[in-house]
């Protein structure tokens, strides 16, 4: 039990809730570490900034072996994404990119970074942090088979920044590029230009501001069909309620279906216009015909 307010509010704050807030994620080093890596946890912190923890100090840890490290540390600073960097001579340069659920680590996957940009290298004007990115995974590795699907999944949910309900176009000025051939994964980043077009439409650019990564995959570590059903399921709460005959079509437009009372036609309001005019009644008909006929006969 917390001792203290601040106490109580940091613990409702991890409390599970019907509508999560946005996930964070761990950077963190183990035991030893190359020069690639470290730049590696800084850059990538940096652009997930402010939803990124990074710790400076070095964790004898190897999650693939020992996972109750990574659990204490992210739950700690409250964080259900983390990545985790090291080097040896059997795996040099490596990162393990994984998330968690229910303060246990879900999925997990190992790569090798075969080739390092750094930021600082490429001479570009940067993005602001915190804007939100837009994703472009492409790539047919990635539909295979379900686990790379599976790695499709844990790339989206690291990358994807805040949940917005709104968003302005304007704002679109990060662009992530993630794309899978044989095995290999290379994830750029790009700064969006709007120039002129001479139209009101302007023309969209891509420029490489890094970091820009080359990635191998190693070792995979996934979680079974049933556990990751029961991380998707969400609260009854959270569904949207479903109104009576009201439906959607394939393109999106909102259906309709209106209920009403017997209308009375002869009632209706209209313009008097000669088309619209009624016709004579019956008995005026009739008097008409029968007139027409005593005509005739005296004729």
């Known amino acids: 039990k917390p001792k203290t307010q601040r106490g109580r509010r940091a613990l409702e704050k991890k409390e599970p809730k019907i ?153 679109l000025e990060h662009v992530i590029s993630i794309h899978a051939v044989n095995g290999k994964i290379y994830i750029r980043n790009y700064r969006v230009l709007l120039k002129k077009s001479g139209s009101r439409i302007p023309r969209v650019e891509l420029e490489s501001m890094g970091p820009s990564l080359d990635l191998s995959m190693r070792r995979t570590r996934l979680a079974s069909d049933d556990l990751f059903k029961r991380a998707l399921k969400k609260p009854v709460e959270a569904k949207p309620k479903k109104k009576k005959n009201i439906s959607r079509d394939d393109l999106g437009n909102k259906l309709g279906r209106i209920h009403m009372k017997t209308q009375d036609f002869d009632k209706l309001q209209a313009r008097k216009l000669k088309g619209l005019k009624r016709s004579a009644p019956k008995k005026n008909k009739e008097n008409t015909e029968a007139k027409k006929q005593k005509i005739d006969s005296t004729s």
């Open 19 to 171: 509508i999560e807030n946005t996930k964070h994620a761990l950077f963190l080093k183990g035991g030893n570490t190359s020069q690639t890596v470290s730049q590696v946890l800084k850059e990538l912190h940096t652009l997930k900034k402010p939803c990124a923890t990074i710790f400076s100090k070095k964790n004898m840890t190897r999650p693939f072996e020992d996972q109750s490290a990574v659990e204490f540390f992210s739950s700690k600073a409250d964080c259900s994404l983390f990545m985790f960097g090291s080097h040896s001579k059997k795996r040099p340069n490596n990162i393990v990119i994984g998330r968690l659920f229910d303060g246990q680590v879900l999925d997990m996957v190992e790569f090798g970074v075969d080739k390092f940009v750094s930021m600082q290298e490429i001479r570009a004007q940067k993005t602001p942090v915190g804007i939100k990115p837009c994703l472009v995974v492409s790539g047919e590795f990635f539909d295979e088979n379900d686990d790379n699907k599976r790695l499709k999944n844990l790339f989206i949910d690291f990358f994807r920044g805040e949940n917005v309900n709104k968003i302005c176009l304007s704002g």
